[in-house]
């Protein structure tokens, strides 16, 4: 099964550096690169990884930040998951190592911070989706967004964590007040953090056709999920589509980094979606469940702290 996919990332209009970062990873053993080359993608029986990353924390430190826990998050994945044979794999399996790669790419940042003191206090947000067994299986920490657009109807996978989405959780905010309120870009978790991090994970079902993207709040923070729908549905090439969305962005201002990860799930090996047939997350983005762990491959794996 084949992937076709596109990334962009540009640093915008007015900051100076690009902190942003993406991946696309076969959990194959290749080495994981950041930012690396575009090419077709095959999903091997153990998956595909994509994440993007939103870096802060002055500096190059943000720099740092994002593509550390990006590789250290595919280095992880393919630790618990990849490296082990596919007839052992469960969705418990891959859920509970989502969650522990999440955290391994907390660590090894704060560690990579505490080593260098260039880069104290640096961190990153970190959406990543495994495309495994007609599924893709979410993880997030952070604002940067997961969608999936499906015979032109676009969904939100993720649920930003920000103070200004509690703030509408709490009903003390509208989400039209949210998109220009000054501390619209604090983030309630991030990787690299020296508290313990929660990812926060989901499913969603895969039908060919559909597309899924990874953005930073670059882009769905400079433009509404309508404009977003709205290029995903004139049917260009992944690449094309990514280029007018930052079009777009620069034309509003750019005013952070813009980052955008489009994979286009056309191979026949995905089911056509049925008629009338909507996406929909099957599982809530609520954190999993501490449990007794799962054994796979000779290892155990434990959920982090909830």
């Not at 993608?41 to 500096?59: E, F, P, Y």
């Not at 007609?134 to 103070?163: C, K, M, N, P």
Request: glycine share 12%.
């Amino acid at each position: 099964m084949l992937i076709d996919y596109a990334a962009i990332t540009h640093p915008g209009k007015v900051r100076k550096n690009n902190e942003d970062a993406y991946l696309v990873n076969a959990l194959d053993g290749e080495e994981p690169i950041v930012n690396g080359p575009l090419r077709m993608q095959k999903v091997c029986k153990t998956g595909l990884l994509a994440a993007v990353a939103d870096g802060m924390g002055g500096a190059a430190a943000g720099e740092v930040a994002s593509r550390e826990g990006l590789a250290a998050m595919a280095l992880h994945t393919f630790g618990y998951w990849g490296r082990f044979p596919a007839e052992d794999a469960t969705e418990e399996g891959l859920l509970e190592t989502l969650k522990v790669a999440a955290e391994g790419a907390s660590e090894s940042v704060l560690r990579y911070s505490d080593n260098d003191r260039s880069s104290r206090g640096m961190g990153s947000t970190l959406t990543a989706a495994v495309i495994w067994n007609g599924h893709a299986y979410i993880s997030q920490v952070g604002d940067s967004r997961a969608y999936l657009f499906r015979r032109g109807e676009l969904l939100q996978l993720t649920v930003d964590q920000t103070l200004v989405n509690e703030m509408i959780t709490q009903g003390t905010l509208t989400p039209e007040q949210a998109r220009t309120h000054p501390q619209r870009n604090m983030i309630t978790q991030a990787i690299g953090a020296p508290q313990p991090i929660h990812a926060v994970l989901g499913k969603v079902p895969l039908r060919r056709g559909d597309r899924l993207l990874l953005c930073s709040d670059g882009l769905h923070g400079e433009i509404s999920d309508l404009r977003i729908q709205a290029n995903l549905a004139y049917g260009y090439s992944t690449r094309r589509t990514l280029e007018l969305m930052l079009d777009e962005v620069l034309f509003h201002g750019a005013r952070d980094n813009v980052t955008g990860l489009l994979l286009a799930l056309d191979d026949p090996g995905f089911p056509l979606p049925a008629e009338g047939e909507k996406p929909v997350v099957l599982n809530p983005l609520d954190p999993l469940p501490k449990s007794a762990g799962a054994k796979r491959g000779g290892w155990r794996i434990f959920g982090g702290g909830s």
